[in-house]
Every structure is written in structure tokens, then in C-alpha cells.
């Protein structure tokens, strides 16, 4: 089965920084699909950023983009500019291309973010 | 507006009570899912369901239930809740259109408390 790995229990940034949050994967398959989900205060799962593994070109949405190494199987979140709303626990998700349900997360990254 | 809604939010019950999660969804769609999240694992499959009247095992699915007697709804249910089950619970559903990224919509979530 595919696992999901996020090294970093715990990272913090100061405001205005940039921060990157590492996800290492394990599969044998060739075509599937990534996600880092954002879990503020509120519980609440927001989609940051998505990438497809046939794309060779990273994902990016405004001030998140993504590093994709395919072959090294990475798939680390890059925040620019940090904000204070930026605060929260960061899910790293892997899903086959096979179907929809085959999702696995991360044990997720706690971020800080200090004024 | 296009939500997944559970409730209750938060519940503190005892063990061996009986108890319902519901989750409800109105984008009409046909794939949804249980998840628990938990320090350190992350978040982890109970059950899913592809359609009306089609669920299956996920990950993790002892000592849980479900149904799927109507699209939009897909409750959660312990029978007989041990403090093990005490977790944050989500919800989640997506369009079943394969292949293709179909991203999760999740519920608020559920703090369930089992005494």
C-alpha cells in the first residue's frame, strides 16, 4: 500500500518568510495525484494546492507552490510571504489514478507563524 | 451553498452508548467517505461508499457502521463506543468521475469524546 511521510512534526516561519514543508511518498505506480490540505484552528480541511504526476510543471496558487520530484518521490510546500493566517496543521495526500478512493495522508506538519 | 454537513460537532458520550454521526451532503455526489484523525496518524479511512447502497471497509473500520440508504446522506454509527474511538471524525464526498483529480469536499468535522 502506498504510505505518506511528513518528517517535519513541527515548523515555524516569521511573518513575511518562506517556509518549506517536506512529503515523501512511497508507490509503484506512474500516474496519480498529489495534495497538501490545510487544517487551521476551526478543524476545517481546505485544498491548498493539487498536481497531477503526469504534469511535469509544479502547481503553484498564488503564494503556495509545490517542488514535484517524481523520481525522488517529493512533493514539498513551498510558502512564500508568510501570513499569520498561514497558522495551521498541513496535510500531504497521495491518491492513485485508479479510482477515487485510494487516499492516503501524511501524519501532518504544525506550522507557526511568528509576528 | 455546496457543503458536506455532520453533526453533531462535539459529543462526549460513555462507553457502550450507542451512538450516530450524520453526515449530509448536497452537491450530489456519488463517492463518500469517513475518515478519523488522530495525533501522529493522521487521517485514516473508516468506511466509504461509491453509490447508494455500495459501501466498503476502509483502513480502519472496526468497531464502526454505515449505510447508504439515500445519495445524500451516509451516517456514521457505533454501535458500542470503547475510549479507543475517541478521535475528530470528517466526512467527505466527491464526484465519482474517473479518472480524474476529484478533490474531497469535507464536512467540519466531529470531536467524538467516549468516556
Known amino acids: 500500500a502506498q504510505t505518506v511521510t511528513q518528517s517535519q512534526p513541527e515548523m515555524s516561519v516569521q511573518e513575511a518568510e518562506t517556509v518549506t514543508l517536506s512529503c515523501t511518498y512511497d508507490t509503484s505506480e506512474s500516474d496519480y495525484y498529489l495534495f497538501w490540505y490545510k487544517q487551521p484552528p476551526s478543524r476545517q480541511m481546505i485544498l491548498v494546492i493539487r498536481q497531477e504526476a503526469y504534469k511535469q510543471q509544479n502547481a503553484t496558487e498564488n503564494r503556495f507552490s509545490v517542488n514535484f520530484q517524481k523520481a525522488a518521490k517529493s512533493f514539498s510546500l513551498k510558502i512564500s510571504d508568510s501570513q499569520l493566517g498561514d497558522a495551521a496543521m498541513y496535510f500531504c495526500?497521495?491518491?492513485?489514478?485508479?479510482?477515487?478512493?485510494?487516499?492516503?495522508f501524511g501524519a501532518g506538519t504544525r506550522l507557526t507563524v511568528k509576528p | 451553498e455546496a457543503q458536506v454537513t455532520q453533526n453533531p460537532r462535539y459529543l462526549i458520550t460513555v462507553t457502550g452508548k450507542k451512538l450516530t454521526v450524520t453526515c449530509s451532503q448536497n452537491?450530489?455526489?456519488?463517492?463518500m467517505s469517513w475518515y478519523r484523525q488522530d495525533p501522529g496518524l493522521g487521517l485514516r479511512q473508516i468506511y466509504y461508499?461509491?453509490?447508494?447502497?455500495?459501501?466498503d471497509k476502509g483502513d480502519v473500520p472496526e468497531g464502526y457502521k454505515v449505510s447508504r440508504k439515500e445519495k445524500r446522506n451516509f451516517p456514521l454509527i457505533l454501535e458500542s463506543p470503547s475510549p479507543n474511538q475517541t478521535s475528530l471524525y470528517f466526512c467527505?464526498?466527491?464526484?465519482?468521475?474517473?479518472?480524474?483529480?476529484?478533490?474531497?469536499?469535507f464536512g467540519a468535522g466531529s470531536r467524538l469524546t467516549v468516556l
Open positions: 467527505a464526498s466527491t464526484p465519482y468521475v474517473f479518472p480524474g483529480a476529484n478533490v474531497l469536499t
Open positions: 495526500a497521495y491518491r492513485s489514478a485508479r479510482g477515487v478512493n485510494d487516499m492516503r
Open positions: 461508499s461509491m453509490n447508494v447502497e455500495v459501501t
Open positions: 452537491m450530489n455526489h456519488e463517492y
